[in-house]
């Protein structure tokens, strides 16, 4: 593994640590990129990388989006993002979580975990056993915590609403085409709640038994996901893995907007200015989609501080995403500048950048 300093991505994080438990066979990696407004939150992607240099990649590029993501969510908590690498059955064991929750618990409360791509509320509290410095806990009905990917979809729902609002000048998604690519916690949540709305939907998925169920289900079509990002559209949104938005694809598309979950959508920061260039609304991925961190954020201070964890707060928070992205569009029309720049640039400013 290429040495951390020297990638791309690395962007003077304040640590990088790669943990490897021989007993338990866990190989991982734990990136803090900035604490300046807290501990560094964010999940932990289990995943099969088969260059590890890849998962290095991750770590950095994901815990930075972390800094910036609890930053415009107005959240006290840092960013930070872990990756276990998985072999290629993904094998994922009792004692691989255990000898995690130890290595989490060993930054002193400087990371707090949660689940990411391949993680469960189950994995949760097994690291849980380990260490305090875990949320997406099982919740009781009513509190905030447990899984956050029906958080994620409802604020990137609120999201699209907003990009439609201001792209299209229409108050109501009723019969407005929205392509979504990936149908699963994240991806699925955001398709039923636009499907309530009367929304033209398309959909598509690495598994496409499960895309072509669910569009039967609520009334959309089904494609291949070689076909997602050409589909005509008024909406692209992108729910799965991220740099989807590179060269070749953004030559693909034909939409007029781009507002989606997944996380680092933007194969390099240029890609920004060639949607900008094309007149196509970009929702930035870690201010659309920070609705989960929200909830398990939520949750953890709550616990910390042993004061209640009303999901209405939640809601509350999340509901406050489409002004933030409206700052963000206003900004870029005003100055001409590219959204994912502008949003960049109040990101740093807020964690001292």
Known sequence: MAAFWSEPDWDEHERVEVVHDRASG?????????T??????????????????????????LSRGMSYKNAMANLPMGGGKAVVLLDK???????MLHAFGDAVEAMDGRYVTAEDVGATETDMVAIHSRTQHVCGLPADAGDAGGDPGPFTAMGIYHGIKAAVARKLGKDS????????????????????????????????DIDEKRAAQMADELGGKA?????????????FSPNALGAILDDA???????????????????????????????????????????????VSYEYLCRRE???????????????????????????????????EVADAMAQALIGR
């Open 26 to 34: 866990l190989t991982a990696i734990i990136a803090l990129h900035s």
């Open 36 to 61: 300046h407004l807290g501990p560094a939150a964010g999940g932990t992607r289990f995943w099969h990388y088969a260059d590890p240099a890849n998962a290095m990649r991750d770590a950095l590029r």
């Open 89 to 95: 059955d993904g094998r994922k064991t009792e004692s």
């Open 173 to 204: 998604m009723q019969g407005v085409r929205v392509a979504i690519q990936g149908c699963g916690s994240v991806g699925g949540g955001v398709t039923k709640l636009l499907a309530k709305d009367g929304a033209r939907l398309t959909l598509s």
């Open 223 to 235: 494609v291949s996901p070689e076909q997602a990002m050409g589909t005509p559209c008024d909406v």
């Open 249 to 295: 694809g953004i030559a693909q598309l034909d939409c007029a907007i781009v507002a989606g979950g997944a996380n680092n959508q933007l194969a390099r920061p240029e890609h920004g200015q060639m949607l900008h260039d094309r007149g196509i609304l970009y929702a930035p991925d870690y201010v659309i989609n920070a609705g989960g961190i929200i909830n």
């Open 306 to 340: 042993g004061t209640p964890c009303d999901i209405n707060e939640v809601r509350k928070r999340i509901a406050q995403i489409p002004g933030r992205l409206n700052e963000i569009w206003a900004e870029s029309e005003k100055s001409s500048r590219p959204a994912n």
